[in-house]
């Protein structure tokens, strides 16, 4: 499959039926699977041999998708989560403890600042959250010697912020460890964050993957280009003998499949944030438009925001489409296909004149989703930032006026005329 376009990919990556099985990725409602022998059983829990014997670890259905998303983002494996939270904690816990420390950029998703600030420092890891437009030099002062990754987002959540992958991947990798990119709201279709030399992807995949809002989902893809053996005792984890498995060594035994195989293994047994198959399969079904869809909403976002710029009601805006962005440059060379369809604005008016316009739309709708296929809305200052403290909304670059407007797939025309209606009754 390496050398097919991403389109095609979309449509037929992972599931590769024989002759006269069924052609569509069948749906493995099974807790359970049955065995010959107890030997043929206990293989698997040694993990000697590949297969599935308990749905929390692994299932076929779940297991072919998350292949799928592997050639999407050209990686070498990759699983699926119950939601993109648990696929965010997944990817640092598989690596960090009690005692570690983390680099996350500010200006992230709400609840990925939340699993961070609240929840994983209860489990004493610390996290020094950085500007990421600052300068290399200020970047590396984060670093501490217990340091175990870089975390960041390659289009922020809400505000759209642009990340500069290579300076990224460059910064981590001279500290010596990993650069982790939530790629959620640009998908591979817009952004391929390995090109760039980030380690490990991760996504919601209740966003754009899915796409039609019916699935809470989340992924993580391993690069392979990681070599954990290189550091042992940074990441003892992978590279020292797991008691829990007979003093197995991940690295040794599975080569560039060790990160993901510890994370089912491990985090998948202990945790259990297992995605439903029948989800998989509907994030299946949105996979096979991603390619469509993402054209879509990149190009009624852009038509959205070129609109938006020239209202004499909008206050300001952010979209990396837009030549005004201060993200242009990164988004041209970042996102080349298009720069998907989440747009930051402000009323004039401030926060009152943002929820008020909000409020009078009819085509696009209030509510906590981003990116699917209808037109939608939210303020996340009231919303999903609203535990943020004042200064916290700050360093998460979430102004008291945004409004996080996802254009949808509907037609372009209608969509501007929801917004226009809106903004001209503003003060009647
Ligand atoms: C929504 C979102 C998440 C969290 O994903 P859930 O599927 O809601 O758990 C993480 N990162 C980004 C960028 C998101 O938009």
Redesign the pocket.
Known sequence: MKNQHIDTLCVQAGHSPRSGEPRVLPVVQSTTFKYDTCEAMGRLFDLEAAGHFYSRLANPTCDTVAAKIAALEGGVAAMLTS???AA?FFSLFNICGAGDHIVSAGPI?G??FNLFNVTMKKMGIEFTFVDPDADVAVLEQAFRPNTKAVFA?SLS?PRGVVLDIEKFAALAHNQKVPLII?N??PTPINCRPFEWGADIVIH?T??YMDGHATS???ALVDSGNFDWSLYPDKFPGLCRPDPSYHGLVYTERFGKGAYITKAVAQLMRDLGASPAPLNAFLLNLGLETLHLRMRRHSDNALAVAEYLENHPRVAWINYCGLPSSKYYELGKKYLPNGASGVIAFGVKGGREASVAFMDRLTLGAIVTH?ADARTSLLHPASSTHRQLSEAELIEAGVSQDLVRLSVGIEHVGDIVADLEKALLTMDN
């Open positions: 939601s993109g939270q965010s998703y609840g990925t987002e959540n939530d959620t709201f919601s209740t966003k809470v989902g989340g981003v």
